[in-house]
């Protein structure tokens, strides 16, 4: 009797969301990484890297599902939306996690209510990028062209909400210029115009750009960061060349469901601060022109907070609004 007892409670006890969900048991099955952006820009290339690590270093099946739309919203809010079981986890970045909510009239979700902040992955900034053909070979150039022309120079970015985008929006104020922005959804599409010369200039973020930056096939004229970037030593920031104090830098961080477990959120937390820490993986980060930003969820979170009333100040002062 005693015996079916401790059965019954046993096998209770493994039909519990605890116990099914606990660290030694996670993940059971395939893990959905959502990534809300096209296949080929820089948050999913830094997805794609930390992906093939759970598998190969961890054995996790983990599946790219790529989401793009809205500046990131709709994947988000599909992760936003999913069940906080751990199996459904997202690569939020600056532009859906903290400008998007000041940005868009309505937003399918909150941020800071909606999502579980699990790890800050890396920082990059943004890249002011031209052909190589192009006449603009410094800042000032690009500048002058604006003026001449207001509101025909096109300055394409991966998305409204994005850094890019907002780093344009910046450059605008402070130089005293009206420029063609144009959105695209992802950094991977707005490359391919830029190379096909369907628009001149593009401001996208450090990975989305080093590959053909290396290729000779564009230019760097500044960077959007406060300090150089060490991937691009070369390449002055928007400061130097006459705009003190522009600092406009994009970051990525894994987010799931609100109401995920503690115990799986300390697991992919610590799980990615050790891949984040591996020699090669810094190296291929820092190559791309990205700095790795390990740390808790805790400091992931205050730093979504952070950032949110950042933006939040700098868009209403710019009175910038998308419907």
Do not use: C
Not at 163 to 188: D, N, T
Not at 217 to 222: C, H, N, S
């Amino acid at each position: 009797m005693q015996r079916r007892h401790l059965l019954a409670a046993a096998l209770a006890a493994a039909a519990s969301p605890s116990f099914a969900q606990a660290p030694s048991a996670w993940p059971g099955r395939p893990v959905r990484f959502v990534v809300p952006f096209p296949p080929g820009g820089g948050t999913d290339a830094t997805s794609r890297l930390l992906a093939e690590r759970f598998t190969t270093l961890l054995g996790w099946t983990v599946v790219i599902d790529n989401k793009p739309g809205a500046g990131g919203n709709i994947g988000i809010d599909f992760v936003a939306k999913s069940a906080p079981d751990g199996y459904t986890i997202a690569m939020g970045q600056a532009s859906n996690l903290a400008i998007n909510p000041s940005l868009y009239a309505k937003m399918p979700f909150d941020p800071l209510k909606d999502l579980t902040p699990i790890v800050s992955v890396a920082e990059q900034p943004v890249v002011l990028v031209v052909r190589q053909d192009s006449p603009f070979k410094t800042l000032a150039d690009f500048v002058q062209a604006a003026k001449a022309r207001p509101g025909q120079v096109g300055v394409a970015q991966a998305g409204n909400g994005t850094v890019g985008h907002l780093a344009g929006e910046l450059l605008e104020r402070r130089a005293g210029i009206k420029v063609l922005q144009v959105p695209y959804k992802g950094a991977g599409p707005a490359m391919n115009e830029l190379l096909g010369g369907q628009v001149e200039t593009y401001f996208g973020n450090t990975v989305s750009v080093m590959s053909q930056l290396a290729g000779g096939k564009i230019r760097a004229l500044a960077v959007s960061s406060a300090r150089r970037v060490s991937a691009l030593p070369n390449v002055p920031t928007v400061a130097e060349q006459g705009y003190a104090g522009f600092d406009a830098t994009t970051w990525l961080g894994l987010v799931g469901p609100a109401g995920m477990p503690a115990d799986i959120v300390a697991k992919i937390n610590a799980e990615t601060v050790k891949i984040l820490a591996r020699p090669e993986v810094k190296d291929k980060l820092v190559q791309e022109g990205s700095e790795p930003t390990p740390g808790t969820p805790q400091q992931f979170a205050a730093h979504i907070r952070s950032e949110h009333a950042k933006w939040s100040t700098l868009i209403r002062e710019a009175n910038i609004r998308i419907e």
